[in-house]
Nanobody, 116 residues
Framework: QVQLVESGGGSVQPGGSLRLSCATS????????MSWYRQPPGKERELVAS????????NYADFVKGRFTISIDYAKNTMYLQMNSLKPEDTAVYYC?????????WGQGTQVTVSS
């Protein structure tokens, strides 16, 4: 079983940057596919970025390509989402996810608000 705790959210002006962290515990995440999702106000949860088990490949939603970077420090069992050039439409609750076979784990989410 994996426990996930997000941090690093907050309020930022358009064009600013934030780095989200997802600290994991309970199991090493090397074998898990790891992802960041977000849920904007009044909308469905959507995939933002993902990284395959072992960190081999990354994938980004079109709306964040070139602005966000997903990474994992396996020594620290922590995943990150570096978010640059933030836009008001990036406002959402951001969640981290760990998935392996039928196991699917979620964090509690961290709020990101982009506003002038």
């Amino acid at each position: 079983q994996v426990q996930l705790v997000e941090s690093g959210g907050g309020s930022v002006q358009p064009g600013g940057s934030l780095r989200l962290s997802c600290a994991t515990s309970g199991s090493r995440i090397t074998w898990y596919a790891m992802s960041w999702y977000r849920q904007p106000p009044g909308k469905e949860r959507e995939l933002v970025a993902s990284i395959t088990s072992g960190g081999g490949m990354t994938n980004y939603a079109d709306f964040v390509k070139g602005r966000f970077t997903i990474s994992i420090d396996y020594a620290k069992n922590t995943m990150y989402l570096q978010m640059n050039s933030l836009k008001p439409e990036d406002t959402a609750v951001y969640y981290c996810n760990a998935q392996y076979s039928s196991w699917d784990y979620w964090g509690q989410g961290t709020q990101v608000t982009v506003s002038s």
